[in-house]
């Protein structure tokens, strides 16, 4: 493989209160051969200038969207010369071996690399039933999807494969012949699903990581709960009033 040129997107709408911890966790990871960017998705709360102050790259994408926000990001590293891309949400933090397994899936052959969300333990004092509710959440959310009419099609190269957003990773050039990230909303559709089945078309390269290892906020779960959740992640036939929870 040539040599690779990996960054890193985090797109971050108002997370001003905890974004530290994400820079903190890519910071401290075992693989530091990598360019970390920000994409600040229109905050009003001064994430801009927490990022800036860890001396992080961050841009800004206007358009409201974690779809808008990503496609942005992947797209501006591309121009500046990334051969591979990763993305992770500002609400996450990626195990310290979270770089170099997505680099070594990379180099097994993989061109897109999903990985495995677990429940943060630093933000609320979890319950063991709670601990094991998000990985049951995207469990079922993956079963759903093998099934889901609109991940069946003659056109797919390949099975379904659920990847969290929050813990993803594809070559420049499979970004761009995918079309990438649609530029949407969270509340309008599941962007890495769609980016997923995009690629589908196109390649059977890709797969999901165990050692790809991300912990994601339960603070969606807190404020939606256990039903809510469920059909949130079941393509948002629950819609609560607030969808940025904070």
Known sequence: MAEMNLWVIVPAYNEAAGIEGTLK??????????????????????TAEVVARHGVQVIREEHKGTGAASDTGMRYA????????ARTDADCLPRPDWVRNIKRAFGDGLELVGGQLRPRTDEFRLKL?????????????????????????????????????????????????????????IEEMHEDRALVNRVRKLTRAYASRRDVVVFGSVRRLRAYGLV??????????YRPEVIDVR
């Not at 469990?139 to 659920?162: K, S």
């Not at 809510?228 to 036939?237: E, P, S």
Request: hydrophobic content about 45%; cysteine-free.
């Open 129 to 185: 039933w709670e601990r094991r509710l998000i990985p049951a959440v995207v469990a079922v959310a993956a079963l759903f999807g093998r099934f889901r009419p609109g991940n069946r099609d003659p056109a797919y190269l390949g099975p379904y494969v659920m990847m969290p957003g929050a813990t993803m990773a594809i070559t420049a050039g499979l970004y761009e012949r995918s079309g990438g990230f649609p530029r949407t909303a």
């Open 228 to 237: 809510g959740t469920l059909g949130w992640y079941a393509d948002h036939r």
């Open 78 to 85: 591309i121009a500046h010369g990334a051969t591979h891309l």
């Open 25 to 46: 966790a890519l910071a401290a990871q075992d693989d530091t051969g990598f360019t970390l960017l920000v994409v600040d998705n229109a905050s009003t709360d001064g």
